[in-house]
């Protein structure tokens, strides 16, 4: 697997992991814990995929991506049920949707590179075909392209649920908070 794909697979999930925290603070009890699960899960795949320079328990993690989605979807198919849309209110649908574009993503990268490993030890000749590493230019910019999408995503998506809503009513910017804060330097 490229070290591009491991960077992609890598900000994906902590892009869904950091949703799935801001979502903790509006959510009930019952649903909260498993939030808070699997945004915990989330970042620390996240992160130690990129410092392990390798893909680890990429099954687990296929599995664990799609769990959310599949918890996000039953929930919502039962509040439809019993008519009581209280039940996934907490859950609102930007966030959990952009969520799980993030772990349809992880889930379908990892399908592949699954496959292709399963495939690569029938054949000998695939298996001996390691990637070569890209060049410095191409991985930046992969980087960078997938710095900018997750953080373009992620960011009006926090603002959107009821941690980013409490932020904004405790001082919005830096500037407000350095005029109560520092003496001469208000009106």
Known sequence: MSVITRS???????????????????????????????????LTWGVLILVKDRLLVPRLAQAGALA????????????????????????????????????????????????????????????????????AVRYLAAVMLAGILVGGLTTPVLAATQAGTVAMQHGGTMGGMMDMNMPGMGH
Not at 13 to 24: K, S
Not at 118 to 132: G, V, Y
């Open 68 to 135: 959310p989605v599949l918890l996000w979807s039953l929930l919502t198919v039962t509040a439809t049920l019993l008519a009581a849309p209280q039940i996934a209110a907490s859950l609102r649908f930007v966030p959990m949707g952009i969520a799980a574009l993030f772990e349809l993503f992880i889930a379908a990268i990892l399908s592949v590179i699954l496959r292709r490993r399963s495939t690569a030890t029938a054949t000998a000749t695939a298996a001996a075909r390691e990637p070569k590493a890209p060049g």
């Open 8 to 42: 992609w697979l890598s900000f994906a999930a902590i892009g869904a992991g950091v949703i799935h925290l801001a979502l903790v603070i509006s959510s009930p009890l019952a649903v909260g814990i498993p939030l808070a699960m699997f945004g915990l899960a989330e």
